[in-house]
């Protein structure tokens, strides 16, 4: 389900700037763009991991592309939870295309898509920065950890702790890339809490 192609300006010189096409895709990622995600995710400490197959079919994915090149620019995943949650499990912009806008295009235009499911949209995040920047102009409440997310909310509770969990960690992939990456990236893996709650229909 393609958006619209948007044309981005790029920086280029003043008389010669660049512009690219660029479209937001929702579509299964192909093996080869799944396998480049892939590749520099397992470099990242800050992302633990997802599957091939869940690039490629399992989970609800979007790519954004160069429309003329049709070059990979970055890749979002997300993960439909029980209940009305669905979490936005990765948003990732390649490394040579960085601090050009796409990661705000990416999220932006996935949310909007997203938007008519009137899903609560849950997202963590593991530093300050572009990604903190992104998610709280696009509306999310943020907050630094699990515990303050939870604190006074037995029902957050019981669901992020018990059915979140279960359902995050039920994929063998996953469970190895987090062991590895304690390991050779010294992770932690402590997340700060992004909530964007379902906006209610105006009452006529
Ligand atoms: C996070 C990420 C998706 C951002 O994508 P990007 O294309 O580089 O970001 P953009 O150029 O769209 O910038 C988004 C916003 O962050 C701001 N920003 C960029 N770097 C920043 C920084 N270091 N500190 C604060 N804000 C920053 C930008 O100014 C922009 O805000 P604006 O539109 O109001 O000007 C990208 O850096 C990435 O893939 N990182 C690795 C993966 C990751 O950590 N993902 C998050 C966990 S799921």
């Known amino acids: 389900m393609p958006t619209q192609p948007m044309l981005v300006r790029e920086a280029g ?14 579509r299964p990622l192909t093996r080869p763009e799944a396998a480049e995600v892939m590749a520099q995710i397992r470099r990242s ?18 790519v954004l592309v160069d429309l003329t090149s049709g070059e990979l620019l970055g890749a979002l995943l997300t993960h439909h939870l029980a209940g009305n ?20 295009l990416l999220l932006g235009g996935a949310l909007r898509t997203l ?10 995040f593991s530093a ?6 992104m998610v709280r102009s696009a509306g999310f409440e ?7 997310f939870v604190r006074g909310r037995p029902g957050r509770s019981i669901y992020l702790r018990s059915i ?14 987090m062991r590895r990456k304690r390991r050779e ?20």
């Open 142 to 148: 943020v907050f630094p950890d699990e515990d303050s």
């Open 85 to 104: 949650w669905c979490e936005i499990a990765v948003v990732f912009v390649l490394e040579a295309h960085r601090g050009r806008g796409y990661g705000r």
């Open 45 to 62: 400490p800050k992302i633990t991991g997802y599957s091939t197959a869940e690039w490629t079919g399992r989970r609800d994915t979007f």
């Open 13 to 26: 010189t003043a008389a010669d700037p660049q512009t690219r096409e660029v479209e937001l895709q929702r």
């Open 164 to 177: 979140y969990k279960a359902q995050w960690l039920s994929n063998i992939y996953r469970i190895r890339e």
């Open 185 to 204: 990236l010294d992770c932690s893996f402590t997340f700060k809490v992004a909530l964007l709650e379902t906006k209610k229909e105006p009452s006529k």
């Open 115 to 124: 938007a008519p499911s009137r899903k609560r949209q849950l997202l963590f």
């Open 128 to 133: 300050e920065g572009a990604m903190e920047t």
